[in-house]
């Protein structure tokens, strides 16, 4: 990632920070990250407005009357893994890792050599759990998200991101697309390859034992496993 920073894993992150309605503090100043995509201000009756961010300079905002939350959206990119939703990204690491085996040992494949086990994959690697004093939500994310969003689903994510902190369709939709990209740009990729090569796709991927941390890692693990010839735990 390091020489290609372009598949570098992201991940689509938001803090809050709240406003309450007897807060004497109606003046919000809030320090924001480097690849900061929308802010928000969501009131506790429900209306939304969108507010203006210039990355690296503050966010002020002047908060009217009653309870509001003011949310900001970020992209954060990790230096030490590859974006597993980008297309691009697993055909450089298969052309420079699967294919090596295969010039040293292909003459072995489907005798000797059964096939290629992969160890932990994941849709994103790691987002931070804090900004400043902010607890951190993170979701699945790659540059093309907004346009494959669209296409999936017929509205544009990027307006609706404050629904994202709420259980329903957006937060739903985002992690079907996340799903769709990661299976096929990753495991599909490497699933037909080794088809192709003579040899099983095997492995198993990460968190599989508690229900809620393997979505959080892998999305619907079904839609993944299905392109291996022999899935693993």
């Known amino acids: 990632p390091r020489e290609y920073p372009q598949f570098r894993s992201a991940a689509l992150c938001v803090f809050q920070r709240y ?3 007897n807060d004497a503090r109606r003046r919000v100043e809030l ?6 995509l929308r802010a928000f201000a969501v009131s ?7 507010l203006e961010v210039t990355p690296g300079v503050p966010l002020r905002w002047t908060v009217p009357p009653g309870s509001w939350r003011v949310q900001v959206f970020w992209v954060y990119r990790a230096d030490d893994y590859v974006d597993t939703l980008n297309p691009e990204a697993t055909r450089m690491f298969i052309d420079t890792t699967y294919e090596g085996y295969r ?9 000797v050599v059964k ?3 992969t160890d932990e994959p994941v849709m994103f690697h790691r987002a931070p759990a804090k900004f400043d004093e902010y607890d951190v939500k993170a ?3 790659t540059d093309r998200m907004p346009a494959e969003f669209r296409s999936d689903h017929g509205y544009d994510l990027m307006q609706r991101l404050p629904e994202l902190l709420s259980e329903g369709i957006v937060r739903r939709d985002l992690w079907a697309t996340g799903t769709r990209l990661y299976s096929n740009s ?3 990729q490497i699933g037909e390859w080794c088809r192709r090569n003579g040899i099983a796709y095997t492995g198993h991927i990460l968190a599989e034992e508690p229900a809620s941390s393997l979505v959080r890692a892998e999305g619907d693990y079904f839609s993944n496993v299905q ?5 693993g735990i």
Do not use: C, N, T, Y
Request: net charge positive; proline share 10%; hydrophobic share 50%.
């Open 19 to 21: 406003v309450a309605l």
């Open 139 to 141: 979701f699945p994310w």
């Open 115 to 117: 096939g290629i086990f």
């Open 227 to 231: 392109w291996m010839g022999v899935p």
């Open 31 to 36: 320090r924001l990250p480097p690849d900061v």
């Open 103 to 111: 010039k040293v040992v292909g003459k072995w494949f489907g005798s």
């Open 186 to 188: 990753f495991h599909r």
């Open 44 to 50: 506790a009756d429900g209306q939304k407005l969108a």
